[in-house]
Every structure is written in structure tokens, then in C-alpha cells.
């Protein structure tokens, strides 16, 4: 089975605090990516990236960055965290394209 | 900019065929359809992708008419653990440069009753 893993399930920060958010994909995927949900508005994609070092912005990237250093790993930046960043971010990674992709558990940030 | 729609809820009953229908008018030649089931407190789980016309597997059916304007995912005889909400799912990103767009709907929560 795919597994991806979210280094944190709740997060609180502060306004301004720069936060990192670390995806782990264990099946050798090409592609990872990054959304926040958000009741009424479903899953809207920030980021994602299809191979290492190489990212591209979703429909919401402002705000927010990404790194992936190492094809398992896809890393979400917020560098100045603001309360309206206070969501649900979910990862989640594929082997070809976006259609079937493997999500991990959510992490739920709370920017106070 | 594309826009998927799906009733916001539906209600059922255990043993039941459930048909939930999510429009998406402005699909693009290389969109495929699919579509997730998400649990409270867990990431979307893939359920069923389709291009055109039916697809079938273990758990669902999904059935897209000729001109993919919508698509309708079937679970036959839902049982009380398929409470959840489901999502579609419309595009696929490419492999290599430049987005394309994957577009998700606003979810359908679905309740099944005893």
C-alpha cells in the first residue's frame, strides 16, 4: 500500500511565524502535491511538483512556498503565516499524472 | 476557469443504489474524471477514474455521456459505512512543466440511514 505521511496532525502558530509542513511518499512517486481544504470550497491545489526540484503553482500559491530536494519528500512553506492560512492542508502524491493520487492524513494549522 | 458541481448532500438507505452526479461544462479533451471518498479526519481516497463512457470496478460504477459535460458515480447497495463525503475530480496534470488544472468539487456529503 501507498503510504504518505504528514509530519504533524494539528499545528498552532503564530501570525508571522514561519511554518514548514514535511509530506513523506514511500512508492518512489513522480508527482506530490499540496492542497488546503476548506468547508463549501473542497480541495483547492497550492502546489505541486513532478519531479525533484522542479515545482508549479496550483490555483492558490500565494502565500505559500514548496521545496523537494528529494523525490520522497515534498515540502510546504508558509513564511509569514496569516490567520486566513488557518485550514486543512493535505498532501498527496501519484505515479502518473493527477488523476489517482495517494493522500496523506491532513495536517489542521491554526494560525492565532 | 473550470467549475465542477455537486449537490452539497444526499440521503440514502442501507441496500440501496446511490447515483451521485457532478457537472463540469467546461471539461477539456484531456480531462479525465475522478473520483474520491474522504472520511472524517483522513485524506480523499481514490475511488473510480474514467474518460468516457462506463467504468466499473469492485466498489463503484462511473458513467460519462458522449459529450463529458457531467459524469455520475454509482455505488450499488451502500451500507452504513459508506457515510462520507465524495468528491470529483476534474483534469490531470501533466507530467513535465506548466500547469494544466485539477479541479475539485465542493464535496457531497452522503448519509446513510439504518
Known amino acids: 500500500d501507498v503510504k504518505v505521511t504528514q509530519s504533524s496532525r494539528y499545528l498552532v502558530k503564530r501570525t508571522g511565524e514561519k511554518v514548514f509542513l514535511e509530506c513523506v511518499q514511500d512508492m518512489d512517486h513522480e508527482n506530490m502535491f499540496w492542497y488546503r481544504q476548506d468547508p463549501g470550497l473542497g480541495l483547492r491545489l497550492i502546489y505541486f511538483s513532478y519531479d525533484v526540484k522542479m515545482k508549479e503553482k496550483g490555483d492558490i500559491p500565494e502565500g505559500y512556498s514548496v521545496s523537494r530536494e528529494k523525490k520522497e519528500r515534498f515540502s510546504l512553506i508558509l513564511e509569514s503565516a496569516s490567520t486566513n492560512q488557518t485550514s486543512m492542508y493535505l498532501c498527496?502524491?501519484?505515479?502518473?499524472?493527477?488523476?489517482?493520487?495517494?493522500f496523506g492524513p491532513g495536517t489542521r494549522l491554526t494560525v492565532t | 476557469l473550470a467549475k465542477t458541481t455537486q449537490p452539497i448532500s444526499m440521503d440514502s438507505y442501507e441496500g440501496q443504489e446511490v447515483n451521485i452526479t457532478c457537472s463540469h461544462n467546461?471539461?477539456?479533451?484531456?480531462?479525465?474524471i475522478t473520483w474520491y471518498q474522504q472520511f472524517p479526519s483522513q485524506g480523499p481516497r481514490f475511488i473510480i477514474q474514467?474518460?468516457?463512457t462506463k467504468v466499473t470496478n469492485e466498489v463503484a460504477s462511473l458513467f460519462i455521456p458522449a459529450d463529458r459535460k457531467s459524469s455520475t458515480l454509482s455505488l450499488p447497495r451502500v451500507s452504513l459505512s459508506d457515510t462520507a463525503v465524495y468528491y470529483c475530480?476534474?483534469?490531470?496534470?501533466?507530467?513535465?512543466?506548466?500547469?494544466?488544472?485539477?479541479?475539485f468539487g465542493a464535496g457531497t456529503r452522503l448519509a446513510v440511514h439504518p
Open positions: 467546461n471539461i477539456a479533451t484531456n480531462d479525465y
Open positions: 498527496a502524491s501519484s505515479l502518473q499524472g493527477g488523476g489517482e493520487q495517494y
Open positions: 475530480l476534474v483534469g490531470d496534470a501533466p507530467v513535465s512543466g506548466g500547469y494544466n488544472k485539477l479541479i
Open positions: 474514467g474518460y468516457k
